[in-house]
T-cell receptor, first 116, second 115 residues
Framework: AQKITQTQPGMFVQEKEAVTLDCTYD???????LFWYKQPSSGEMIFLIY??????QNATEGRYSLNFQKARKSANLVISASQLGDSAMYFC?????????????FGTGTRLQVTL | DSGVTQTPKHLITATGQRVTLRCSPR?????VYWYQQSLDQGLQFLIQ???????AKGNILERFSAQQFPDLHSELNLSSLELGDSALYFC??????????????FGPGTRLTVL
């Protein structure tokens, strides 16, 4: 079974609008971290935001926020006031505390295109 | 800029050859990870080193090996290359390496093309 599911292969958003990228995860571990990364066309992976399983508040980093719904096992990324430079692939990832604790398990990504 | 450096940026080689990819972690980070990103497999964890010792292994082929040196830089060696090894190889680093809270920062990647 997929541990990280990103159901939106592609999304379009107009400049200055907000957009939500979906991510659901599957784990039986009570301790885990959820991460979002951005991969522009140049190829590098840029860390955006982190949410821990015990965090009471949703994480925010500038225009990025994470809508964390633990009971639903979802960790959606919200980008406010989209900019042309936000056009990229976005990956959701999870790191669990048990098993191969070190690795990040990635979803398949969502390609976001910001339009004028 | 994440502070993680990788060389070379691009590598083109032939089947059967051997290549070495190099990574320097962020200052202060003890853990280094290698990932492979290909169109058919997505992003796959290969191996992790912590302070010079192998800590975890993922889907790493026997033809591939890695090590982390005393100065904490790491090398990923790929041998007997096949067409299917063509991919973007990422190195990432983190401070500690075992906690689920530990954020991994990625380098710019090495794009390997096997002809």
């Amino acid at each position: 079974a997929q541990k990280i599911t990103q159901t939106q292969p592609g999304m379009f958003v107009q400049e200055k609008e907000a957009v939500t990228l979906d991510c659901t995860y599957d784990t039986s571990d009570p301790s885990y971290g959820l991460f979002w990364y951005k991969q522009p066309s140049s190829g590098e992976m840029i860390f955006l935001i982190y949410q821990g399983s015990y965090d009471q508040q949703n994480a925010t980093e500038g225009r990025y926020s994470l809508n964390f719904q633990k009971a639903r096992k979802s960790a959606n990324l919200v980008i406010s006031a989209s900019q042309l430079g936000d056009s990229a692939m976005y990956f959701c990832a999870m790191r669990e505390a048990t098993g191969t604790a070190s690795k990040l398990t990635f979803g398949t990504g969502t390609r976001l295109q910001v339009t004028l | 800029d994440s502070g993680v450096t990788q060389t070379p940026k691009h590598l083109i080689t032939a089947t059967g050859q051997r290549v070495t990819l190099r990574c320097s972690p962020r200052s202060g980070d003890l853990s280094v990870y290698w990932y492979q990103q290909s169109l058919d497999q997505g992003l796959q964890f290969l191996i992790q080193y912590y302070n010079g010792e192998e800590r975890a292994k993922g889907n790493i082929l026997e033809r591939f090996s890695a090590q982390q040196f005393p100065d904490l830089h790491s090398e990923l060696n790929l041998s007997s290359l096949e067409l299917g090894d063509s991919a973007l190889y990422f190195c990432a680093s983190s401070v500690e390496g075992s906690m689920w809270t530990d954020t991994q920062y990625f380098g710019p990647g090495t794009r390997l093309t096997v002809l």
